[in-house]
């Protein structure tokens, strides 16, 4: 995904003065040093930790992140942290500006409309393909993971990790390792999101009704309705999660 300059000034002008002063994350050197894979090298290591930690959320949007910093969490030199920052930057998940080191990248409305699109298109691909491949167990997970939403449908943090595991399990049942390449990279950047929608009233309901009807289509081999279920249930979740950034955006909510 790349970040357009006109965004990148926007947010660059809606930073605080606080905000742009690029400080140590103090969480960051509470987190266990991360460990290297065997024939990795140590820009690739440095890469692969930061895409999964901004994917889990270790850093959030709008954080400063300096090399000193993460290199010294990793154990390594500057060099191969500064490699990875460029790289992540390119994928549009850090921003660069005038202050000491990267932030976090943010995304605006428009950018969220944009990665919803692809994502609605990717999840509806994934869902038919998953009504064509999809094994016995890997339905029977489908369902337990769903039944699992119910019993922790008053707990949001739960509900995000049902949540990704559920859109995981459907990716798999694809059977297409090129369409799986292509969605870990918007998993990637939903990452960027700061909120979850399941704080709103209503939604974990919702999202869980719909979760079923895509796995009931998805066990009846019904590839055509499994591709529209899935789409309309991504063009729910934006709606949703544009509501959310309004109010977490508003005046009186600062």
């Known amino acids: 995904m790349t970040r357009r300059p006109a965004a990148t000034a926007k947010r660059d002008g809606a930073l605080s003065s606080a905000r742009r002063e690029a400080r140590p994350t103090p969480s960051l050197f509470d987190l266990p040093p991360p460990v290297q894979k065997v024939s990795e090298s140590l820009g690739d290591f440095a890469y692969r930790v930061m895409r999964e930690a901004l994917r889990s959320g270790t850093f959030q949007p709008g954080e400063h992140l300096r090399e000193t910093d993460v290199a010294r969490w990793f154990g390594i ?4 942290v500064r490699e990875a920052f460029h790289r992540i930057i390119s994928d549009g998940l850090l921003a660069t500006g005038p202050w000491n080191g990267v932030m976090v990248a943010e995304l605006d409305a428009q950018e969220l409309v944009e990665l919803y699109a692809v994502r609605e298109a990717l999840e509806g691909t994934a869902a038919a393909l998953a009504a064509q491949h999809a094994s016995k167990a890997e339905v029977r997970l489908l369902f337990d993971i769903v039944a699992s939403e119910a019993a922790e449908k ?9 949540n990704a595991e559920l859109h995981q399990t459907i990716y798999s049942a694809a059977h297409n390792r090129f369409l799986l ?14 909120h979850s929608t399941f704080v709103l009233p209503g939604s974990a309901d919702q999202a869980r009704r719909e979760h079923l009807d895509i796995v009931r289509a998805i066990r009846d081999g019904n590839v055509k309705r499994a591709e529209q279920l899935a789409r309309q249930h991504v063009r729910n979740s934006l709606a949703l999660r544009l509501q959310l950034q309004r109010r977490t955006t508003a005046p009186s909510s600062r």
């Open 154 to 162: 008053t707990d949001a943090a739960r509900l995000v990790l049902i």
């Open 181 to 194: 390449q292509s969605v870990n990279s918007i998993v990637d950047a939903l990452g960027l999101l700061r």
């Open 77 to 80: 030199s500057r060099t191969p």
